[in-house]
T-cell receptor, first 113, second 111 residues
């Protein structure tokens, strides 16, 4: 069975500090991978997607970047956090074929102070 | 780009009654419509989806209806139970890489 693991579960960081969030998918080769952001009590905003290693497409600019260094790994990062980066970060995966619902990890809750 | 509007921001029903959440979309190219449930403090959990080649799909107590002409789709939860209380998100997609979400509906099932 496929499993998706996000780390860390939660982070409290200072404004201006760097950030790195990770996501690993096991049990499925060459998945599509996604990063989403959810403001507290808010809707979901897709940030990035990746269909293969080394290839990442940006959907919205939030002073964040993403990388896919391995087939099963997706990293979200920034060198300088803003207060507006606070929220819930969700990694998701789907099969390559069209029209399959992304399945989400447990998320990372980020508080920027 | 696509815009998905979720009409009910909150919905309160009595246990055992049906709940209906309505969504509309703008892009006629959208062909795939998943629904997710988010319990308090947790991630999103996929519950049901529908593709544009059908207009109705049922999975146990969940029914999804799609009206392509009106660009409208809805989630019907029958015989609601307290554990159905959560935020429900509708979404629409025309590409495997972009899925657009509604703003969510807080469903409260009262005993």
């Amino acid at each position: 069975a496929q499993t998706i693991h996000q780390w860390p579960v939660a982070e409290i960081k200072a404004v201006g500090s760097p950030l790195s969030l990770g996501c690993t998918i096991k049990g499925k080769s060459s998945p599509n991978l996604y990063w989403y952001w959810q403001a507290t009590g808010g809707t979901l905003q897709q940030l990035f997607y990746s269909i293969t290693v080394g290839q990442v497409e940006s959907v919205v600019q939030l002073n964040l970047s993403a990388s896919r260094p391995k087939d099963d790994q997706f990293i979200l990062s920034t060198e300088k956090l803003l207060l507006s980066h606070s929220g819930f970060y969700l990694c998701a995966w789907s099969l390559r074929r069209a029209n399959q619902a992304p399945l989400f990890g447990e998320g990372t809750r980020l508080s920027v102070l | 780009g696509e815009k998905v509007e979720q009409h009910e921001s909150t919905l309160s029903v009595r246990e055992g009654d049906s709940a209906v959440i309505n969504c509309t979309y703008t892009d006629t190219a959208s062909s795939y419509f998943p629904w997710y449930k988010q319990e308090a403090g947790k991630s999103l959990h996929f519950v049901i989806d529908i593709r544009s080649n059908v207009d109705r799909k049922q999975s146990q107590r969940l029914i999804v209806l799609l009206d392509k002409k009106a660009k409208r789709f809805s989630l019907h939860i029958t015989a609601t139970q307290p554990e159905d209380s959560a935020i429900y998100f509708c979404a629409a997609s025309w590409s495997n890489n972009r899925i657009f979400f509604g703003d969510g509906t807080q469903l409260v099932v009262k005993p």
